[in-house]
């Protein structure tokens, strides 16, 4: 893959990644807040708030590693 094809690769999965991590904030169109949950779906909240961070982070991390593969 040449220099130009790596950029866009990285740039698309920085940009892929963020969007998924910011998904929970998009889709309940606020941040986490206790006032605003009902009982077991905090917990159910946190998960997928947490779970949404890793799975974006991920997607970041794969498109630095294209990046910088030889």
């Known amino acids: 893959m040449n220099s130009s094809g790596k950029i866009l690769v990285l740039i ?3 940009i892929i990644g963020i969007l998924i991590m910011f998904s929970p904030v998009f889709i309940t ?3 986490y807040n206790v006032n605003q949950v009902m009982g077991s779906l905090l917990s159910a909240e946190m998960v997928t708030r ?3 961070v ?3 982070l991920i997607i970041m991390y794969d498109g630095v590693k294209t990046f910088f593969k030889n």
């Open 12 to 14: 698309t999965s920085i």
């Open 29 to 31: 169109g606020s941040y």
């Open 50 to 52: 947490t779970l949404a």
């Open 54 to 56: 890793v799975i974006g």
